[in-house]
């Protein structure tokens, strides 16, 4: 008789365009591949990533209209199904713990840290995330494991919380696979990117504070002043009209677009003479191993946290202060000058996906 197999589930809020719910579709596809069985459980089911859930992979939606509301759904679902293991993420992070008490079920709870925790809740413009800290340091003694996604956001994690730092263990994001490398030879229909074109600069990721496209805005003015270039950054969020009023006042419209969430966006980094992340922090900002992974030459800010991590100190690509308009356009100038090479396989073979899919597996089945 054959036993059956293994059931881990994954709690994720909803699969909005984010890099985080990105990776958990291919984390998910990755596990259902070794052959267990995988429940991608969600506060809603909506967002643009719902088409990246593989096949093999049971999509459960909870149909709550948030994450808190979702609560006693999820309660249900651990009772009914009695998954081997729950890896959760993002805000869903303390949900899911109360969930498992809840439900009185052995189901041990992995919760995954995924963002700079300090930096977070100081930006955070509502309630829930500054106060975020004050749960974590409540809450998370509670779980089986504690993943960060990065040295820094564990060192963080552990300074914001008291949590012993031997409890937080590193796993990167999973996020270099077959496919990406395949999507990034995907034809590219942009005038921008037509032959003898000016350089084009592409940078992705949300439009909010935390990405900073305002720097990276003022530094490109600064580098068009002395050189023919194009700006794109792909992504939405609510600071578009900040964003789009300051590409305005700096006459930049014929030079900087804002397209909007792009479902494939490794194409345009491919195709890049340049990828720039001007964020003011992270955890582990996949876009930038993703732009490493499509032999893109790359600039990024010394943001906590992932950043040097990944870049090792330099060695793959050139590393700016913060918030630093003038360091960044500099930098962004050396590399279409050509001085920075392309980088090689081994700065993104630690976060291939089968690296990240075996570190699961084994917390996972452990806890």
Known sequence: MVDPPTRLAIFVPTLSGGGAERVMCKLAGGIAARGHAVDLVLARAEGPYLAEVPESVRLVDLEASRVLASLPALVRYLRRERPEALLSVLHANIVALWARRLAGVPTPVVVSERNTLSYESQYASDLRMQLMPRLTRRFYPWADGIVAVSQGVADDLARVTGLPRERIQVIYNPIVTPELRAKAQAPLEHPWFAPDERPVIV?????????????????????????????????????????????????????????????????????????????????????????????????????????????????????????????????????????????????????????????????????
């Open 203 to 367: 940078a992705a990721g949300r439009l909010t504070a935390q990405k900073d496209f305002s720097t990276l805005i003022q530094a490109f003015a600064r580098v068009r002043q002395t050189r023919p270039a194009r700006l794109l950054i792909l992504g939405e969020g609510q600071e578009r009209p900040t964003l789009e009023s300051l590409v305005r006042q700096l006459g930049l419209e014929q030079d900087v677009s804002l397209p909007g969430f792009v479902t494939n966006p490794y194409p345009y980094m491919a195709q890049a003479s340049l990828f720039v992340l001007s964020s003011r922090w992270e955890g582990l900002p996949g876009v930038l191993i993703e732009a490493l992974c499509c032999g893109t030459p790359v600039i990024s800010t010394d943001c906590p946290s992932g950043p040097r991590e990944i870049l090792a100190d330099g060695r793959y690509g050139q590393v700016v202060p913060v918030e630093d308009a003038a360091a960044l356009a500099r930098a962004i100038e050396t590399s279409l000058e050509g001085e920075m090479p392309r980088p090689p396989r081994e700065s993104w073979h630690p976060v291939e996906i089968e690296t990240g899919v075996n570190q699961y597996i084994s917390i996972l089945c452990k806890s």
